[in-house]
C-alpha cells in the first residue's frame, strides 16, 4: 500500500520534514498569486537620500556622498548617469551602527544586547520588472551590488554575519512592491545559519567532505532533482523540501565565501537565478517568494572552510497551522520530484 506521507531528514540541519502529497489536491493548493502592487508615483522609495553607490547599466559604478541630491528611484537620474541599481541605508533599520561593536549583558536570566550592525536596501530602476523579468546582465549587477556591498561591511570589525535577502510579495514580508533586496550585518551568527554551519561541521569531520559537495555530485549522478544549470552553478530541489517548490543555487566549485567569487561565476549565478525565479513565475503564476544567500560567516572564517555558499528560494506555496508550528515539522504537498519535472517543462 502507498504510504501517504514520507518523513525525510535534511542532511545538513538533521530537521525532518514532511512530504504529503494527498494534500496538493486541496483547492488553490500550491499557488499563491502576487496582486501587491503601488503605482509609481506613490512609490515609498521616493526622496532617499545619502545613496551609497550607484550601478549603471554600463557596468559602471560610483560611491555617492551626502552632496547627492534627493531623488526618486522610478523616474529619476542622479549625476545624469542611467543608473540600474542603487544601494541606500534602510530608511528605519533593524540594526543601526553607533560606532562600537555590540555588548552583551544580562537581565535577570536572560542575556541581550543592543541591535549594532548596519541595514542597507538594494533598488533596481524598473519599477515593475522583478528579478524574474530581468536580463542576465541586469541581475549581475544586482549580484555585484551584493558582493561589493558584502566586501565593504565585512571590513567593520564590529560584524559577526551579513544576511543577504530579497522578500517578493506581500506574504514573503515585503511592504513596497517596487523591487528591491536587503543586507543586514549582524553583531551575532543567527540560528538558523549556526545549525546549518553545524550540521556541515559533523558531516566534515565525520566524512572528511564538504557535506553540499555530496550532495552535488549524488543530484547531478541521478539527475532526478536538477532544475536547471550551467557551466559554473546548479539548481536543485532539496531532497528533504521544507516547503513545496523550494529550490537552491549552488556553485559547482567548492568554495564557502559568496564574497570571494569571480566575475565569471558572478555572471553565471546570475543566469541560474534568474531562470529560476522566471520558471516560478510561469509555473507558479508569480508566487510570493524569499531568496537568502547562506555563507560562512566573517567571524573565525578560517573554521569554516568545508562550507559551501549558495542561495536558497523558498515560494509562499503554504501557510503554518498547528501541526507545524507546534512540531517544527514542515509539511509540503509536493514532493521534490514533482517539482522538479514541473519546472523543468516551464519555457523562459
Known sequence: MQPISELRQDIVSGDWVVIAVGRSHRPHAGKKNSLFKQPARLCPFKELAEPLVLYTHDGAHEALSRSAASWH???SRIRGAEWWVVVVPNKYPAFFSKGVCAVFRAKGPYRLTDGVGFHEVVITKDHERSIAEMSDEEVELVLRAYQDRYLALKKDDCVKYISVFHNH?????????HPHSQIIAVPIIPSDVGRSLKGASDFFHKHKQCVHCVILEYEMKIKERIVYENDACIVVTPYASRTAFELRIYPKRHNAYFEEIPSGERR???NALRITLAKLYGGLENPDYNFFLHTAP??????????HWH????PKTSVWAGFEIGTGIEIAVVTPEEATEMLRKIKV
Open 73 to 75: 528611484p522610478c523616474t
Open 169 to 177: 510579495g506581500r506574504e514573503a514580508g515585503a511592504t513596497i512592491s
Open 268 to 270: 553565471a549565478l546570475a
Open 298 to 307: 566573517i567571524e573565525g572564517s578560517k573554521e569554516f572552510g568545508h562550507y
Open 311 to 314: 542561495f536558497e528560494i523558498l
